[in-house]
């Protein structure tokens, strides 16, 4: 069984263990080892309270260091051993609940003001003891001197023994004393640090307000202030401090000196600069990445000046997943740097950058009143530059792109909303061929965007409720009859109100949804197929009326389809009769007799096969005996003619043909997109058996099935 953690206090105990250790073998004190732990307890509580608080106070620390001349701790090794304490072990201990980066930097600042508390506290015991030396020195002249010169050399142990750099100058700015460690800060020659002004080290690089505290400090309107500073070195390289300043008043409290200490954080910036680096570059090319270029993107659209412009380029290369899965990886990264290095001398202008936002994906930016003009221009010197081939590994490997462009003026979009803009366009470049560029288009974009929405709405669309069916009528053409209809899906969307099957049916094949939307379909539709037959005279015509259901290339596919179709059958308690499954020719080009297996089955069972859209598919017409089809739906574009009178002879003659031959091969004809009268007698003399078109009726709810209306459409 594991020990319970320790607490805050616990922790808190042990920092003051560690402290008292370090620091009583070189105090001069009666008190035991355990003592002196029990009298650094509360002050290491100030210290830990000082390093978790919301605002940092420096004079808590100060206190502190205060305090320890106070218990006698005036050994100048007490001081230096305390900074290395809190140093190791403050945040270790006393910073568990915290970022621990910022909680260094405190701790930091707390040994600053440690250091000066200690050292105003010695300097003011000193003066004390002057002054106490002057009332005795009749009686004990020569004692006092000794303790006296002791002190002093105290003070001056702890002054230059420290490991930060500390200087001391007059309220003009005149440097009086400086320490070891700030001299070596400087490179090493006390003189040239000792004959500065503190007013002439000025850097292009100080904060705005750090020579604002300086004068409140100096005028004696603030005690104290920390700031990250960077300084010139006599050989012009340059030093950056935490630096903290604070004023020493004389014994009336007039402001008398100004007292800095110095901590070296140049390595600690060079290394922070060099992550930087790292994180907003790509380690492969050596571009900009995705964060560094959002960054310079939202600077320059943020910057609506008046005239103020950006371009875009969203370069896609094209077919580079072949080359990496032919050649590999490594080759795929050879052909990226060099890539890289093409598109960095083509953007070399000022207000021009390139970044790779990953894989194959770069981008160029242009800023600038002029960037209509530009931007064209750029993306001509990218494609041009993607001409000549890439040597990798021997081989000679053709380049190209596609690039999709964005321009405008700044303020008017936000990073997200142009850089969506831009890989649209470039995606309708790269549908269009390819190595090409393409100009944004608000239209295209707009129906992108709504795909996209249509995409992401049509998984819970079905659960909601948001599809339903309409039904087309199927006319017997030598009795008018209505012998059936064909199940429509439409879809029913909250914004865009009702959408026809082109719009969504695509969009759920890509899903995969068009899965579980198909078998909806088939239920709702067998299930109205029953009701029909319920409700017509079954000796009749009508009481066989057929249900006909779309089927894509993705269903057809499912290895669910036969089973489905049968339980979907059994549940409703239709015979299979009842069901006509309506299969595009296309899909079926080349099927093998694995693809035609269900459809066989099904076929078997009694369930009519219609082969849709047939004439559109280069039909090998030798190919209809293997396909297990009882129904050819014949594609409108042989009929249209007939809308005119007279009809094309040629047209009559090519549907007369393919009527005979599913004649002669037991195939019923049903015929698409019937819109006259016309046309419907034309097709019923060249023998089609069914028709379908707006001149009998359009696509409605179930109760219209009969309302037939015979009206040309085309009038």
Not at 261 to 270: A, S, V
Not at 398 to 407: Q, Y
């Amino acid at each position: 069984m594991s020990a319970e953690p320790d607490g805050p206090e616990d922790r808190l105990r042990r920092f003051a263990t560690i402290w008292s250790r370090a620091v009583f073998p070189v105090t001069s004190t009666s008190l035991t080892r355990p003592e002196l732990e029990e009298q650094l307890l509360p002050l290491a509580r100030r210290l830990s309270v000082a390093l978790r608080a919301r605002v940092f106070d420096a004079d808590e620390a100060r206190a502190v260091g205060a305090t320890l001349v106070a218990v006698h701790c005036t050994d100048p090794e007490v001081l230096s051993r305390t900074l290395d304490c809190v140093d190791a072990y403050l945040v270790l201990y006393c910073g568990e609940d915290g970022p621990k980066e910022q909680l260094r930097a405190r701790a930091s600042r707390l040994q600053h003001a440690m250091a000066a508390g200690f050292a105003a506290a010695l300097r003011e015991r000193t003066l004390t003891e002057q002054e106490a030396i002057s009332s005795a020195a009749l009686k004990a002249q020569g004692v006092v001197a000794q303790a006296l010169h002791a002190t002093e050399a105290r003070f001056r142990a702890v002054f230059e023994g420290a490991a930060i750099g500390i200087g001391i100058a007059d309220l003009e700015g005149n440097i009086l004393q400086v320490n070891g460690a700030l001299v070596r800060m400087f490179g090493g020659a006390e003189q040239t640090v000792r004959t500065r002004n503190v007013m002439e080290w000025t850097h292009p690089e100080d904060a705005p307000q750090v020579w604002r505290l300086y004068e409140e400090l100096v005028s004696g309107q603030r005690e104290h202030y920390h700031v990250e500073k960077a300084f010139y070195r006599p050989d012009g390289t340059v030093l950056w401090t935490n630096l903290t300043v604070s004023l020493l008043r004389d014994a009336d409290g007039n402001p008398e000196y100004q007292l800095a200490l110095m901590e070296d954080t140049t390595e600690r910036r060079l290394l922070n600069l060099r992550l930087r680096y790292e994180a907003t570059h790509d380690a492969l090319t050596g571009l900009p990445n995705r964060t560094l270029f959002f960054e310079r993107l939202e600077k320059a659209l943020g910057g609506a000046g008046e005239g103020q412009r950006f371009g875009l380029c969203y370069l896609d290369l094209d077919g580079f997943k072949t080359i990496n899965d032919s050649l590999g990886h490594a080759a795929g990264d050879r052909l990226l740097v060099e890539v890289a290095d093409r598109l960095q001398s083509c953007a070399t202008a000022p207000g021009e950058m390139v970044a790779r936002l990953g894989g194959d994906e770069f981008v160029a930016l242009t800023i600038g009143p002029d960037t209509e003009r530009e931007v064209d221009e750029l993306a001509g010197r990218i494609m041009n530059a993607l001409v000549a081939p890439v040597s990798v590994d021997g081989r000679e490997l053709t380049v190209r792109g596609s690039i999709g462009i964005v321009e405008g003026p700044a303020g008017e979009r936000s990073a997200a909303e142009v850089l969506r803009s831009a890989d649209i366009t470039m995606y309708r470049a790269k549908s269009a061929g390819g190595n090409r560029f393409e100009l944004a288009d608000a239209e295209a974009d707009a129906r992108a965007i709504t795909r996209h929405g249509l995409t992401t709405a049509l998984p819970t669309a079905l659960d909601r409720g948001e599809f339903f069916i309409e039904y087309q009528p199927l006319v017997h053409l030598l009795d008018g009859t209505v012998r059936g209809a064909e199940a429509l899906v439409r879809w029913l969307h909250p914004q865009h109100g009702v959408l026809g099957p082109d719009r969504f049916i695509p969009l759920a094949e890509h899903t995969g949804l068009i899965v579980p939307l198909g078998r909806w379909v088939l239920e709702q539709s067998v299930r109205q197929a029953r009701e029909w037959r319920e409700r017509y005279d079954a000796t009749g015509p009508e009481g066989s009326l057929r249900i006909n259901v779309n089927l894509s290339p993705c269903q057809l596919t499912h290895p669910g389809l036969v089973q489905d179709t049968v339980d979907i059958l059994e549940r409703a308690g239709v015979t299979p009769d009842a069901l006509c499954l309506e299969v595009t020719e296309s899909a079926l080009i080349g099927a093998d007799d694995d693809l035609l297996k269900p459809l066989r089955r099904l076929a078997e069972m009694g369930v009519d096969i219609a082969l849709d859209d047939f004439g559109t598919g280069y039909s090998n017409l030798a190919n209809l005996r293997r396909l297990p089809v009882s129904i050819l739906k014949l594609d409108r574009s042989f009929t249209q003619s007939m809308q005119r009178f007279p009809a094309d002879p040629v047209d009559l003659k090519i549907v007369e043909g393919i009527v005979s031959l599913a004649h002669g091969l037991n195939l019923s004809v049903t015929v698409e997109g019937v819109e006259t009268g016309a046309q419907a007698e034309q097709l019923r003399i060249l023998g089609c058996d069914t028709a379908q078109g707006w001149y009998y009726a359009r696509p409605g709810p179930p109760e219209r099935l009969h309302e037939l209306a015979l009206v040309d459409a085309t009038g």
